[in-house]
T-cell receptor
Framework: DGGITQSPKYLFRKEGQNVTLSCEQN?????MYWYRQDPGQGLRLIYY???????QKGDIAEGYSVSREKKESFPLTVTSAQKNPTAFYLC????????????FGPGTRLLVL | GNSVTQMEGPVTLSEEAFLTINCTYT??????LFWYVQYPGEGLQLLLK?????DKGSNKGFEATYRKETTSFHLEKGSVQVSDSAVYFC????????????FGTGTLLAVQP
């Protein structure tokens, strides 16, 4: 079955620690995205990538980093510089063209200890 | 700038009631419009979309019509079920070379038996 997987489902971060969230897709999509979801708010774009080895900052990139070494994978690192990391993180992918549907993974919930 | 405004929730309805969730947008150019649904603890699923003015998207009994004159994309369903209880997000895809989505804040729908 084609789709997007995210792991882990829950992640705990200690103060000053970097953590990495995994996102893998087998839909053969060029574009991938990371969103952050907070209670009562819509999704906000953190980073996106339209092609391997290239990515751009979204609206709230500070304190996060990404890489895109393979078409299938787009991991997100939440660094210690992100002072309020507790949120639900969603990864998505799509065909690159405007107006195409984005397909979402099941999400990772990050909690700070 | 580009933005999406949704009616605030929660919306509480009895089973078989008529549903309307309002969505208006501000955008330059000709955006594509989407409705996504999120069930508790899960990622987002595309519910329906419309890519040009006067298009009607429909799926699972839900409908929305792209109204350029009123910059609206209201979601409707004639008879809701308990299983429709979820958070509904309106979104637009902006112009240019990317497929970035801008989301509304989401509307929680609770359907009571």
């Amino acid at each position: 079955d084609g789709g997007i997987t995210q792991s882990p489902k829950y992640l705990f971060r200690k103060e000053g620690q970097n953590v990495t969230l995994s996102c893998e897709q087998n839909l053969n999509h060029d574009a991938m995205y990371w969103y952050r979801q907070d209670p009562g708010q819509g999704l906000r774009l953190i980073y996106y990538s339209q092609i391997v080895n290239d990515f751009q900052k979204g609206d709230i990139a500070e304190g996060y980093s990404v890489s895109r070494e393979k078409k299938e994978s787009f991991p997100l690192t939440v660094t210690s510089a992100q002072k309020n990391p507790t949120a639900f993180y969603l990864c998505a992918s799509s065909i690159r063209d405007r107006g195409e549907t984005q397909y979402f993974g099941p999400g990772t919930r990050l909690l700070v200890l | 700038g580009n933005s999406v405004t949704q009616m605030e929730g929660p919306v509480t309805l009895s089973e078989e009631a008529f549903l309307t969730i309002n969505c208006t947008y501000t955008a330059t150019g000709y955006p594509s419009l989407f409705w996504y649904v999120q069930y508790p603890g899960e990622g987002l699923q595309l519910l329906l979309k419309a890519t040009k003015a006067d298009d009607k998207g429909s799926n699972k009994g839900f409908e929305a019509t792209y109204r350029k004159e009123t910059t609206s994309f209201h979601l409707e369903k004639g008879s809701v079920q308990v299983s429709d209880s979820a958070v509904y997000f309106c979104a637009l895809s902006v112009g240019g070379a990317t497929n970035k989505l801008i989301f509304g804040t989401g509307t929680l729908l609770a359907v009571q038996p």
